[in-house]
């Protein structure tokens, strides 16, 4: 995340606490700062801030730090610690939230290629209700930019040759396939308007 110029003015404002609170529908403001979240969240070594801050952060109205922090990213929704919490707070379904938050917002976030890979995903999802890795990996290197990058680099040829030894072991497959649930996961993504 940047740090801030001493001179810079923090926007705090509790329109923001309301704001996620009305939409996601999760009491953030119950929140007492045990730290029990973060004490038993697995990945805070790649964290920027800790699930703590973000819902303190959250509280007061710091958007800005919020958006450009790595950690909405790096939680992997294990839901740890929305188990632990004493006051019932949905800490992953915050994370979440604030994710497709930062999309309904345009960014930025705290790397453009993590925002494109969430857009990818999002998008095989809703389409076939799982994830299809070949077709993926080509939407993403497109909408991060890789692809470009790479072929500059000449790293593509890597990747090629690293893609082509998967499809040979079997893990990846050419065609794509559905979910037989495809009509209720596409029902789910119409009914939150986040998505
Ligand atoms: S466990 Fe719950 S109450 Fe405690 S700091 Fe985390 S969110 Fe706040
Ligand atoms: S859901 Fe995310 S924030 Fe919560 S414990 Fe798991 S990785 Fe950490």
Redesign the pocket.
Known sequence: MMARAKSDIIEMTSDFLDEVEAESGIKVSACFQCRK?TN????TFAMDLY?DQIIRYIQLGLKQEVRESATIWV????????TRCPNEID??GV?DFMKQWVVKEKGPAADSRVLAFHQVFMKAIRKRGRVFETGLIGNYMLKSGDWFRKLKDLSIIDEMRLGWTMIRKGRLNLLPKRIKGIDEIKQLFDKDTRL
């Open positions: 979240c038993g969240c697995p990945v699930p939680c992997s929704s294990c839901e740890t610690c929305t800490i992953a994370m």
